[in-house]
């Protein structure tokens, strides 16, 4: 059983690039979630996808930040005109909703991008 | 859940000794969902434990046992008989009023030396 996988693992950029971050769930998990964990921190959430639609966006997600989960599959974040306030660790976890009209899962967690602003 | 609370930052232990890790949260929900998980040096989260508000049963996995006190707003998390395999930070994360999203709360990072 494959866990949650990120790509790139590291991601060093200057100011102002544009970057994105890959995550593939586990397989046949619908749920999508995106975190941000800076240092000493607990995770924030970032947004939420159930299949392809995007169902929850937090105010942490300004506009130069966007997600997306074309096919209900593999998830991409992209952040542009990076700030240095954008370093930190950038977690994706999946769940599968089991019973219908039940909100939380048991959310999985992969092993993060840690993005560096230079 | 709007706000969780673990007001111990950091914990060092020897070996064999038990710890127990607090969690306080502040709720306006009357059904929730509670959940440890565990971030060792590597970096990844790993999940411990999921319980829902309505069932205030204590339980114990091996070494692991958990106390949810509702009435008190606690879910506290102890480790009998530490190894230094436990070293990690430990998150307290009730889910959020919408449900999806897990509110983390700081951590409390346990030292376990021989």
């Known amino acids: 059983d494959t866990g949650v996988s990120q790509n790139p693992r590291h991601k060093i950029t200057k100011r102002g690039q544009n970057v994105t971050f890959r995550c593939d769930p586990i397989s046949e998990h619908n749920r999508l979630y995106w975190y941000r964990q800076t240092l000493g921190q607990g995770p924030e959430f970032l947004t939420y996808f159930q299949n392809e639609a995007q169902l929850e966006k937090s105010r942490l997600l300004s506009d130069r930040f966007s997600a997306e989960r074309p096919k209900g599959s593999f998830s991409t974040l992209e952040i542009q005109r990076t700030e240095q306030g954008d370093s930190a660790m950038y977690l994706c976890?999946?769940?599968?909703?089991?019973?219908?009209?039940?909100?939380?899962?048991?959310?999985?967690f992969g092993p993060g991008t840690r993005l560096t602003v230079l | 859940a709007q706000k969780v609370t673990q007001a111990q930052t950091e914990i060092s232990v020897v070996e064999k000794e038990d710890v127990t890790l607090d969690c306080v949260y502040e709720t306006r929900d009357t059904t929730y969902y509670l959940f440890w998980y565990k971030q060792p040096p590597s970096g990844e989260l790993v999940f411990l434990i999921r319980?829902?508000?309505?069932?205030?049963q204590n339980e114990i996995s091996g070494r692991y046992s958990w106390n949810f006190q509702k009435s008190t707003s606690s879910f506290n998390f102890t480790i009998t008989a530490s190894q230094v395999v436990d070293s990690a930070v430990y998150f307290c994360?009730?889910?959020?009023?919408?449900?999806?999203?897990?509110?983390f709360g700081k951590g409390t990072s346990l030292l376990v030396t021989p």
């Open positions: 994360a009730p889910s959020s009023n919408s449900g999806y999203a897990l509110n």
């Open positions: 976890a999946s769940s599968l909703l089991l019973i219908a009209g039940e909100s939380t899962d048991t959310q999985y």
């Open positions: 319980r829902n508000s309505f069932d205030e």
